[in-house]
């Protein structure tokens, strides 16, 4: 997801669209990051959709031949589920302790974010909007889809953290 987003940030559509839909036969719930495409240019945001639809056709079929009887039917009320009591921390598990401990890992403590921030007011405008565009809905995902308690669900936000970190330390300019 990563790569597709570099990409995206060097104008590379169908490239960044081919790489995020190839991604989504991995994990599916990285579909949010396509809004990056919204990131490009008009015309290039046209081969950026054409290109994730090339990469979710390459995996799309295979997939649906190998799902079991009944699987299509489980796995919408899997994703359905993400927006339940279970799934959801939102909905469900704001102010328990698993959540909690899920967002201090997944976070790396308060320090990270504070330096992100920090880092994010000193890079360039251009990568924080590219950043806003391609973090903010995963973010929003992570903390309305996802339960908390399993820190694993942030590690997407990983580089985006680390970007903003090393933009504090004034190394990126």
Avoid: M
Avoid at 9 to 29: C, N
Avoid at 151 to 172: D, N
């Amino acid at each position: 997801a990563w790569v597709s987003l570099a990409l995206v940030a060097g104008r590379r559509g169908v490239t960044a669209g081919l790489v995020l839909g190839l991604a989504l036969g991995v994990r599916v719930d990285l579909l949010p990051l396509a809004i990056a495409g919204f990131a490009l240019p008009r015309g290039a945001r046209l081969r950026f959709a054409a290109g994730l639809a090339f990469g979710v056709a390459l995996w799309l079929p295979a997939f649906a031949a190998a799902l079991a009887p009944g699987g299509f039917d489980r796995g919408l009320r899997f994703a359905i589920g993400h927006f339940s009591v279970w799934g959801s921390t939102a909905l469900s598990g704001a102010g328990k302790t698993g959540v909690a401990r899920g967002l201090a890992f997944g976070l790396a403590a308060p320090v990270l974010p504070a330096l992100a921030l920090l880092g994010a007011f000193r890079a360039p405008a251009a990568l924080r909007r590219f950043l806003a565009i391609a973090l903010g809905p995963y973010t929003v995902w992570v903390l309305l889809g996802q339960n908390l308690e399993s820190s694993r669900h942030f590690l997407p936000l990983a580089p985006a953290l680390a970007l903003g970190c090393i933009g504090a330390t004034g190394l990126v300019a």
